[in-house]
């Protein structure tokens, strides 16, 4: 039996998404999704699907942008994974001013909180691929900014 070529009209498109891990005081900005997205409810960090024609780095700013309303940077992709659903993710460390008051576009985000990596990765309600980020950062496939041990003890801040 010979194995006939795919057509390209048939072959699925992979998706792609970028996220930002943005830290700060060693805890992390997740956002709760609205109840109009897919994954109503769960607990995830704030990103989204990659368009056609766009970097990770643009995708991030511009996923942050819509989500929460404010400017970011992304500094570095930290990690990559894919869903069991088979989208590939781009994990990108970014940051946000302080001082920049969050704005949630209700439509896709329900609330946004920062929780210690241990708190969250205790949330029942967490997106599956973020609990392996978790594990990832925890097994030390990667580090951010110095916080390389997210899962040991902290000062009290």
């Not at 943005?22 to 997205?37: A, D, F, G, P, Y």
Request: negative net charge; hydrophobic residues 40%.
């Amino acid at each position: 039996m010979t194995s006939q070529p795919q057509n390209p009209q048939t072959t699925p498109v992979r998706r792609k998404a970028a996220v930002a891990v943005i830290v700060r005081q060693r805890r992390l900005l997740v956002i709760r999704r609205s109840e109009k997205v897919v994954a109503p409810g769960k607990l995830c960090f704030p990103g989204g699907g990659i368009l056609a024609g766009e970097s990770e780095h643009d995708a991030v700013i511009r996923e942050i942008q819509e989500e929460i309303g404010v400017s970011c940077v992304p500094q570095q992709k930290i990690w990559r994974s894919q869903t069991s659903w088979g989208t590939e993710v781009a994990w990108w460390e970014t940051t946000i001013d302080a001082a920049a008051p969050l704005t949630l576009n209700l439509e896709e985000v329900a609330e946004a909180v920062w929780l210690r990596p241990t708190e969250l990765h205790a949330r029942a309600d967490l997106l599956p691929s973020n609990y392996e980020f978790l594990s990832a950062w925890k097994a030390a496939k990667f580090s951010i900014g110095g916080f390389s041990d997210p899962f040991g003890p902290h000062d009290g801040d």
